[in-house]
């Protein structure tokens, strides 16, 4: 099985995604692009060739269709209804289980053995339901989950303190969504406690920061891409280089039947392992709520569908 990724949806998120990964560093040879509007797909496929002359990566990129799902050995799941302004990420979940029934549908017609990557909000209802309908082995079904938000936290910190974010331990885990939060008992700079160097009030005002920054980013601009686009990247580079980094991906979580974000070990078979950090009371709690919501939302799909 060549580097051959699959890119469901074409929208803003897919082509931020496509248009990151032809400027890194990549491992990908291959990139077909399939969307619901087959010319918009053909279109964008062109535009992205013409980069290639300048561009860190040589991928052919094309427009095709469900059949390319069969050699692939990553198929990315952009597709689905935008989220609006005012609208909650849990808000799309009725739309876009829909069309992720008839995406997968399509793609189990097929012979793929791959990774699924999903990028589509809600997120970890989207993974779970990915899981349920595709039949596949749950570490071979990964949700971007929270490395945009853990990314938007340690961009924060890395202003706050003026210091490389690459150099912070901080990690956003839960849902992908409102419930979210950040376990500050195991967040480090270097090897102090981050309490070391911010207060309790400057890093209330951080979280609430990342919580609200894709509703900040709607409300300015209409959608959130650009961030997403290079975190799905990342992560492809970590399954397709077998690096066995630590990502706070969406995964199956076997105990509580639910996919949630914690920080993971990412390689070449998906999710190699889950990594349960220590939470004080007040932090378990907050997960729990967290499997509680995704576990609820999970639940109102199935009484739709059943």
């Given at each position: 099985m060549k580097n051959k990724v699959v890119l469901i949806g074409?929208?803003?998120v897919g082509m931020a995604y496509a248009y990151s990964l032809i400027n890194q560093k990549t491992f990908v040879q291959e990139l077909i692009l399939i969307d619901r509007n087959f010319e918009k797909a053909s279109g964008e496929a062109l535009d992205l060739n013409h980069c290639t002359q300048f561009a860190n990566s040589k991928i052919k990129v094309r427009a095709g269709g469900y059949e390319e799902c069969e050699e692939a050995s990553l198929i990315v799941i952009a597709a689905g209804a935008n989220q609006e302004i005012g609208e909650?990420?849990?808000?799309l979940i009725h739309k876009n289980s829909v069309i992720?029934?008839?995406?997968?549908d399509n793609i189990t017609k097929t012979n793929f053995k791959g990774i699924y990557l999903v990028a589509t909000n809600p997120l970890d209802v989207m993974t779970y339901l990915t899981l349920k309908y595709s039949k596949s082995v749950p570490n071979k079904v990964i949700g971007s989950g929270t490395t945009l938000d853990t990314a938007r936290l340690r961009y924060l910190l890395s202003e706050k303190v003026n210091i490389n974010p690459n150099n912070i331990e901080a990690y956003v885990i839960g849902e992908h969504g409102d419930s979210e939060f950040i376990p500050w008992s195991n967040a480090s700079i270097g090897?102090?406690?981050?309490?070391?160097?911010?207060?309790?009030?400057?890093?209330?005002?951080?979280e609430e920061d990342?919580?609200?920054s894709a509703y900040e980013i709607i409300k300015k601009k209409g959608a959130t891409a650009y961030g997403i686009g290079i975190c799905l990247t990342n992560i492809t580079n970590a399954i397709l280089e077998d690096q066995n980094a630590i990502l706070s991906v969406s995964s199956y979580d076997k105990e509580n039947d639910v996919c949630i974000s914690t920080p993971a070990i990412v390689n070449k078979n998906g999710v190699q392992e889950k990594l349960f950090i220590p939470?004080?009371?007040?932090?378990?709690?907050?997960?729990?709520h967290s499997i509680n919501i995704i576990k609820e939302a999970?639940?109102?799909?199935?009484e739709t569908t059943n």
């Open positions: 074409c929208g803003n909650t990420r849990m808000d992720f029934k008839s995406i997968i090897l102090k406690k981050i309490n070391e160097f911010l207060n309790i009030g400057e890093l209330k005002a951080i990342v919580r609200n939470l004080n009371e007040e932090e378990k709690e907050k997960l729990i999970v639940n109102e799909v199935n």
